[in-house]
């Protein structure tokens, strides 16, 4: 089936926004069975926007646009798809009410009902994040037109629990699939390991790689559900089982974001471990992560940022000559900073990180990019030296890629793997 | 002038890689007064990507294809732009040494000349950054074509250094731009107070909404850059003026993101104070976004996250009696746990945050999204109480605003400004 996606928003057409939602649904189209031959972006422009849409209309199965629901003069995206596919808008009562109660008796303009007002016949796509509810029809010619919200807040959990279930009964075959994560394997040496197997035609395997991870996702198409899946159980196996302890996570998610901050809460949490943290290069960034996951608080009671060496010695206890002799930024610093957080903390687990993350305070002996990590359980102290390679030298680079290799160094202590670094 | 852009490549397509070129090019046109009214995605596909490049040289001034200039088969672009614009491709000997020095005796493919092979008598676009060149020349129906790689460590430094100093001698005007950035004032309030001023056709003033901050960007054209300043600053000081303390910094960055992090480490440089934050909702993530910026360990020596009770005890003083009498979201503890980590960590200014970032943990009295944000300078103590509006119940937006909102509270501390919430 034949997919276009059509962005609208000056905005995106100024560079102001950058367009996640697109890139965002095409994967998720990808899964069950659309494939995105065309994708455009036009302005908050009606005559550009219909010229578009009538292309699109007569060359795909299925027409998204994306933007322009919103309560404003500028949002005209439903007027003008319901002028060219031939619909009529009505008000669709339950999001009238349920606009009524997001605004709980506060004022909201007249315009603000607007946003209820629906092509005829549609099926609603309902809004839990917002106000604008999305909606999918069949245009007079019989193309599918679905029409989203542009914040990412509200469009991508539409598009999972929304748009893709009404997607499906549409597809010509049912599509399962699966996502392995892995961490600290290279890409071309995951694609040798599995060379054979990304060769398959049917479940396909195919590689991501994004910051520092590796995501190979496992694709099988079948006659119905419960055979595609087990097609893909399948092939996942084997698949994981090439790439050996550097899949963290075998899992249905399709986000292209790491989830090694999901893992380490669960492994945490089943097992009833706590784990804190002594940052100083990544400054709060671990801990961020860890908290972005609901249920954290059961596994992180407290952690530190320690970026002054003060603050290393005052609040961790790491030995003034440690830290005159080798500098902030040595592996015997970050053993004293895991050990200690561990101990002032009473916490199952350690972790010190500390580093260099620039863009300046580099040396020739001490460059930018340089993290010494270590993980103590009580009984070991693991440490890892860690020299980004050129292409992740930016500071946000260095630091989410120090945060994930802390990590994935929790994962692999919690579940008793190899603490060294995988041979790429 | 009218602009366009076509973006090549299957990964796009998929989802598999964001066009943040696009975006990028985008403003920078924009700046020197080419306005990008369409703009287009294609995937390796000779046939899809002729007929979007014939239907952008029939309406428009400048077309500009990124991507599709690698070595290998699927890299098309350069090809098919130059039958679809009547060119040849010759040899350029210059980026033909430029790729030899490249790879200095290591071996490279017969392929890798290719690249080298320019539509004649164009105008060489050198790439510093890699081994595909770009191009600029016109059609045979006369538009300028554009030809950029894809990978954006080579694409942006091409489009500043090369492409925008190329076209700036066809554009008809020179523009210049400054965003205005606010906090704490919604867009409906910002646009009511600048109503007339948006009406002024040059310079324009545009809002945008992000999260929950607002910018307003000035944009002027004129004859010459310095006219063009000019009337920007004098445009963006009465804007200013209309918004008042919200106002927390005007500068050329055209980011949509928030730079509150930027200008809170600029006011502690400037008067050499230090903060220290006491993070229980926000988990890090105000530590996380202070250090993002380059040198923010010099305003940032320590800082805690204290998520468990006894955490809020042990390291901040915290007293029990408040923990239990208050519950420890509430304005006590998040009092106590400023002025706590102030004298714990020795810094001019403590923070405290306390809330409930969901989606779990919410009661009638203390729903989700509920936070508690104190500022302690050793003087006073401020409190907020933030109620985060049902379209920002996500944890994350939850958890980005109260840091934000720590933020700005920390700036007005620092600058004497009125710590009260503002009118809307």
Redesign the interface.
């Known amino acids: 089936m034949k997919a276009e996606i059509i962005s609208v928003g000056t905005?995106?057409?100024?560079?102001?926004?950058?367009?996640?939602d697109?890139?965002?649904?095409?994967?998720e189209l990808?899964v069950i069975g659309f494939d995105?031959?065309?994708?455009?972006?036009?302005?908050d422009?009606r005559g550009?926007l219909a010229e578009s849409l009538r292309q699109a209309l007569g060359r795909s199965d299925l027409v998204v646009l994306i933007g322009g629901l919103g309560p404003t003069g500028d949002d005209l995206t439903k007027e003008t798809a319901a002028e060219v596919c031939g619909k009529h808008l009505v008000m669709d009562e339950e999001s009238r009410s349920r606009i009524e109660s997001?605004f709980r008796g506060r004022e909201c303009g007249e315009s603000q009902w607007k946003q209820a007002m629906l092509p005829e016949g549609c099926h609603v796509l309902r809004n839990d994040?917002?106000?604008a509810p999305g909606c999918l029809f069949r245009s007079g010619g019989g193309c599918l037109v679905a029409l989203l919200p542009g914040p990412p807040?509200e469009c991508e959990p539409m598009v999972r629990h929304m748009l893709i279930p009404a997607l499906r009964r549409y597809s010509d075959s049912v599509i399962a699939s699966l996502m392995i994560r892995t961490f600290g394997i290279g890409e071309g040496a995951a694609a040798e390991r599995t060379a054979d197997l990304m060769q398959s035609e049917n479940p396909t395997v195919a590689p991501?790689a994004k910051e520092s991870e590796m995501f190979l996702r496992v694709t099988a198409k079948a006659a119905n559900l419960q055979a595609a899946e087990s097609m893909c159980r399948a092939m996942a196996e084997q698949v994981a089982a090439r790439l050996g302890h550097c899949v963290y996570d075998v899992n249905t998610d399709g986000s292209?974001q790491s989830c090694l901050e999901q893992t380490v809460v669960r492994l945490l949490t089943e097992r009833g471990l706590t784990v804190s943290?002594a940052?100083s290069c990544?400054?709060?960034?671990?801990?961020?992560r860890?908290?972005?996951v609901?249920?954290?608080?059961s596994v992180?009671?407290?952690?530190?940022?320690?970026?002054?060496n003060?603050?290393k010695h005052?609040?961790l206890g790491v030995p003034w000559e440690l830290l005159e002799q080798y500098g902030a930024v040595s592996e015997p610093v970050a053993r004293a900073m895991a050990e200690g957080v561990r101990r002032v903390?009473g916490s199952s687990i350690g972790v010190g990180v500390t580093g260099i993350a620039?863009?300046?305070g580099g040396t020739p002996e001490k460059p930018v990019g340089l993290v010494y990590l270590a993980v103590c359980d009580g009984t070991h102290t693991w440490v890892r030296r860690m020299n980004a390679p050129a292409?992740f030298k930016s500071?946000?680079s260095i630091?989410f890629r120090a945060a994930s290799t802390a990590l994935d160094l929790v994962r692999r202590c919690v579940c008793g793997l190899p603490m060294e670094e995988e041979p790429v």
Chains 1, 2 share one sequence.
């Open positions: 905005e995106l057409l100024l560079g102001h926004t950058i367009d996640t697109a890139a965002y649904l095409s994967q990808a995105v031959l065309h994708r455009c972006t036009v302005g422009n550009r997001y994040f917002g106000t807040s991501y292209s943290f940052e990544t400054g709060g960034l671990l801990a961020k860890l908290t972005d609901p249920g954290a608080s992180l009671h407290m952690s530190f940022v320690t970026y002054a003060e603050a005052q609040l903390s620039g863009p300046d292409r500071r946000a630091r």
